[in-house]
T-cell receptor, first 109, second 113 residues
Framework: RKEVEQDPGPFNVPEGATVAFNCTYS??????FFWYRQDCRKEPKLLMSVYSSGNEDGRFTAQLNRASQYISLLIRDSKLSDSATYLCVVINNAGKSTFGDGTTLTVKP | NAGVTQTPKFQVLKTGQSMTLQCAQD?????MYWYRQDPGMGLRLIYY???????DKGEVPNGYNVSRLNKREFSLRLESAAPSQTSVYFC????????????FGPGTRLTVL
């Protein structure tokens, strides 16, 4: 079993839709959690950090559930420009970083 | 402030050749990382360095060596390149004032023939 697993999708949604991605992790020593966005195999860019209390930034909401060992990303009112690959990443207390394989989102007019 | 820089941007090697990928960051970050990304896959950790003078293996270290030359620089060496090492290589450093996030370089696209 992979240490970090994501639903690969692809997710094809119309503009304005709400879409949710989940990511599960197996190492309970995991300490930090993030969502990154990657466009066309360019370098990943930070989208959001993820906390147990939840983290909201405009149309994006990220949540961490430590008991069930998963993190989620919710995108509301999808825009064409949201089309990208979304990567979750987990960092353990030794600084080791593990990425999921990514979930591809395509937002269509 | 250039962030994370990588050289070269593109490279073609023949099987058995060696090369070193260079990475430097000017953000005074302690931790640095090397990843590879194959088509349709996420980033896989090759090696990381939690602080100057330390290096640790990641998920896919075979066929690679690293050097944390100083706090700024973290290089990745392929001693004898193989076609299976054809990939995009990303370097990252970890830090930040708001989040303890990773900042990525633009990547090196390596083809081994």
């Amino acid at each position: 079993r992979k240490e970090v697993e994501q639903d690969p999708g692809p997710f094809n949604v119309p503009e304005g839709a709400t879409v949710a991605f989940n990511c599960t992790y197996s190492n309970s020593a995991s300490q930090s959690f993030f969502w990154y966005r990657q466009d066309c195999r360019k370098e990943p860019k930070l989208l959001m950090s993820v906390y147990s209390s939840g983290n909201e930034d405009g149309r994006f909401t990220a949540q961490l559930n430590r008991a069930s060992q998963y993190i989620s990303l919710l995108i509301r009112d999808s825009k064409l420009s949201d089309s990208a690959t979304y990567l979750c990443v987990v960092i353990n207390n030794a600084g080791k970083s593990t990425f999921g394989d990514g979930t591809t989102l395509t937002v269509k007019p | 402030n250039a962030g994370v820089t990588q050289t070269p941007k593109f490279q073609v090697l023949k099987t058995g050749q060696s090369m070193t990928l260079q990475c430097a960051q000017d953000m005074n970050h302690n931790s640095m990382y090397w990843y590879r990304q194959d088509p349709g896959m996420g980033l896989r950790l090759i090696y990381y360095s939690a602080s100057e003078g330390t290096t640790d293996k990641g998920e896919v270290p075979n066929g690679y060596n690293v050097s944390r030359l100083n706090k700024r620089e973290f290089s990745l060496r392929l001693e004898s390149a193989a076609p299976s090492q054809t990939s995009v290589y990303f370097c990252a450093s970890l830090g930040g004032t708001r989040y303890n996030e990773q900042f990525f370089g633009p990547g090196t696209r390596l083809t081994v023939l």
